[in-house]
């Protein structure tokens, strides 16, 4: 390889995707954006920018379901925690809700998890349409040690998304779906052998793979999916007093490093 | 009266004001006072490298860190991290937004945090076997599920842009092999180079030489790939404050270059059906 290819896009970019055309027109995925998505919900304009395709009125409502089911304004989950954090020191608005977006990639809860449950339950189908059993993927996977995201949650038993999002599934004609029904037979065996319980992220990602979500439009239509639930943590930390949501006293930092030394100490 | 929450740390004490619980009288880091000796007596590096791991280092190795954030300083306005620094700049946003810009785009896997990231995990797999490496190079995967990270599409540690290593880059890794130790990955890497690149097909990149200086001061691919993030920040910041006090007349503006094939032109409501007559 070399550097020959790069004179090529030194001075133009040729894209499928869009252009603006400031003080004419605008065209998302061929797709006039004022006059022919001009009536679209914003929420099924995301899904158009990601896939570039209309995906559908009933998977669209399903997923805008995904983000209305995360919106928890609750300034103990984490990335609510932030924002909170960035109110009660008074930084602004985007800046609060941007960090608790970008922190919501992580590995305990939201992206990841969430891709890696999609990719499980593919990985599962091509297994199974290979002539595997389901139950045998679920155990390989196990006994090479991978975390079965989507089972088990780190702070509750049970998942109060779950009956909310199957009935959403149903009411979309999106509850019969080969991925859906494999997330409940993994629960079924994980649960009778195990003792483990289902969170959202498998029904999420087992429905976004009967939509036909690839793992990374997964991951783009759920950054922002928590964002409704953090902007009331940031108001109710900035409304009262600086620094007064739930300040950290000296002794509350529990230090279980090395004694106390001289700087100037050989060791 | 006490609080019923509690975070731990094997890195900072606090001692508290008589007078306040909410205000310490005293910081420890890993066991020296921060205010009465670290800040008098330590450089910066030094204090940096005992944060990270947790004793008073070496001469050699505060030197090591002290020459490597220097090389990774600037990486200039060409670099895409700083390049999106300056785009937030120009416009005059908030210092924490260009910033978070270039940390995000300098988080990526070509030149980024995450690509240092992968070097290092290679160097705990390879160490010092260039048959490991010239494998691991062409298949850098932890294994074959999807995550938030793409794949990456080239050597780790390479730049697949590149044809041969630029001057600065060489002369970079010669200097900080020279402060390396000697059995140590700079090092090896110094005398390999040549091979690698001629397996890979392109030359090594800073990233690579960031990656081997970041093992050879024993930090592991979490510190490495945080340091590496924090270290390219100076070029970052002066850049963005730099273009927004240039102006925006004087700032790249990419419209007339970009050509969306398949233009469905102006949009033409479909004719009303006509009566039949």
């Not at chain 1, 976004?208 to 950054?223: K, R, S």
């Not at chain 2, 008589?18 to 910081?27: H, I, L, T, V």
Request: with cysteine.
């Amino acid at each position: 390889m070399s550097h020959k290819h790069l004179f090529d896009t030194e001075n133009h970019w040729v894209t499928r995707k869009g252009k603006a055309y400031l003080s004419d027109r605008v065209v998302m995925h061929n797709k006039d954006l004022h006059q022919e998505l001009g009536d679209y919900e914003w929420l099924h304009l995301y899904l158009y920018s990601i896939l570039g395709r209309n995906i559908g009125e009933n998977e669209a409502k399903l997923l805008n379901f995904y983000w209305v089911a995360t919106s928890y304004p609750d300034a103990s989950i984490w990335p609510n925690h932030v924002t909170a954090l960035a109110g009660s020191v008074r930084s602004t608005a985007s800046l609060a809700l941007m960090a608790g977006m970008s922190v919501s990639e992580a590995s305990m809860y939201g992206r990841r998890p969430e891709v890696r449950a999609l990719d499980f339950f593919y990985r599962a189908g091509r297994w199974c349409d290979d002539g595997g059993g389901l139950t045998e993927f679920v155990e390989r996977e196990k006994s090479a040690g991978r975390i079965l995201y989507g089972y088990g949650r780190p702070l509750a038993k049970t998942d109060e998304r779950i009956p909310y999002t199957i009935k959403k599934a149903e009411e979309c004609g999106l509850g019969e779906g080969r991925y859906l029904k494999m997330a409940l037979d993994v629960h079924a065996h994980l649960e009778a052998t195990y003792g483990y319980s289902m969170n959202v992220a498998a029904i999420d990602a087992a429905l976004a793979a009967d939509v036909g979500l690839t793992c990374q439009e997964y991951q783009l239509f759920m950054t922002p999916c928590f964002i409704a639930g953090m902007v009331p943590c940031y108001q109710d930390a900035r409304d009262q007093p600086e620094g007064s949501f739930f300040p950290v006293r000296c002794t509350s930092i529990v230090y279980e490093g090395k004694a106390k030394r001289d700087w100037n100490s050989a060791e | 009266m006490a609080s019923d929450y509690r975070y731990y740390s094997n890195i900072w004490l606090e001692e508290p004001e008589e007078s306040n619980p909410f205000a310490a009288r005293a910081s420890y880091c890993h066991g020296y006072d921060v205010s009465g000796q670290i800040i008098p007596q330590a450089s910066w590096f030094e204090y940096l490298l005992l944060m990270f791991k947790g004793d008073r280092p070496q001469a050699e190795e505060s030197r090591l860190l002290e020459k490597l954030a220097m090389v990774l300083a600037n990486p200039g306005p060409r670099e895409a991290s700083v390049r999106a620094a300056m785009n937030a700049g120009v416009a005059g946003t908030n210092h924490s937004s260009a910033l978070m810009a270039a940390l995000a785009v300098g988080a990526g896997q070509y030149g980024g945090a995450q690509e240092v990231s992968i070097c290092i995990r290679l160097w705990q797999e390879c160490g010092q076997s260039l048959e490991l490496w010239s494998t691991r190079l062409f298949s850098p995967e932890e294994d074959e599920r999807a995550d938030i990270w793409l794949p990456m599409e080239h050597a780790p540690g390479f730049d697949p842009n590149g044809d041969v290593i630029p001057a600065p880059v060489l002369q970079s890794l010669e200097f900080l092999a020279s402060l390396a130790p000697s059995n140590g990955s700079l090092a090896w890497l110094k005398q390999n180079r040549a091979t690698l690149e001629s397996r890979v097909g392109y030359p090594l990149a800073v990233s690579g030489i960031a990656a081997a200086a970041l093992v050879d001061l024993g930090l592991d691919q979490d510190q490495g790939s945080m340091l590496y993030l924090m270290l390219r920040l100076p070029g970052a910041a002066v850049h963005a404050l730099e273009q927004k006090q240039m102006g925006w007349k004087k700032f790249p503006y990419y419209g007339p270059a970009i050509e969306l094939a398949d233009d469905p032109g102006p949009f033409q409501p479909s004719a009303p059906e006509q009566d039949p007559k």
